[in-house]
């Protein structure tokens, strides 16, 4: 059986996952080649001949980021109601095991806002991705609704900026105060109607 031209083989999986536990740990902003194949146990020339150049580093680790991100969403519990299911996001988003790879999310996303090299459309991307998961927290005959649509774009800015501003100022009781403050405005009065 002949392998696929796009399936990794073993041993650059192997380097992936070396070089993403690395940049967790490091960034991926100012990444060197050089630092970055002596902490994973390589060389820049491996680097190379996988990768093809920096850039082509840059844009596999962020296909490996991305990835985590998609698996953290199949795992989150979508209940059917968008408040409900923004609570459990952010407290996922919260928690401090999350925190490095939410750290490369950040600094993936202000990077792909530029729309420059590598990083292309990660942030348009990554959108989209979260779009989805509160999409599927309302109920589906109102989703495709322009206030369904307002009402989980908002959810997704005011998660997000309470994400950049946990990640930058450590405040979790802040953080944590605006989230609830948010939900306490979109939760339906008792016999109200949901986003």
Do not use: N
């Not at 059986?1 to 960034?27: C, F, N, W």
């Not at 950049?164 to 450590?170: F, K, N, Q, R, W």
């Amino acid at each position: 059986m002949q392998k696929d031209a796009t399936t990794p083989s073993a041993r650059e999986q192997e380097i992936v996952e070396k070089a993403y536990a690395y940049v967790l740990a490091h960034g991926l902003s100012d990444l060197s080649l050089r630092p970055l194949a002596a902490g994973i146990g390589s060389s820049p020339r491996v680097l190379l001949f996988l990768f093809g150049s920096k850039e082509g580093v840059i844009r596999r680790l962020l296909v490996r980021a991305r990835q985590d991100e998609l698996e953290s969403l199949a795992g989150l519990e979508v209940s059917g109601d968008l408040p409900e299911t923004v609570e459990r996001v952010w407290t996922w988003l919260a928690d401090p095991a999350h925190e490095p790879v939410l750290r490369l999310w950040a600094e993936a996303y202000g990077r792909s806002v530029s729309g420059d090299g590598p990083w292309g459309d990660f942030a348009a991307t990554t959108v989209a991705d979260w779009l989805d998961l509160l999409a599927r927290a309302q109920p589906a005959a109102q989703r495709a609704t322009p206030g369904a649509e307002a009402a989980r774009t908002l959810a997704l800015a005011v998660l997000r900026g309470a994400l950049l501003d946990l990640l930058a100022t450590g405040d979790r009781p802040r953080a944590d105060a605006a989230v609830a403050a948010f939900l306490v405005g979109i939760r339906p009065a008792p016999g109200g109607t949901r986003a």
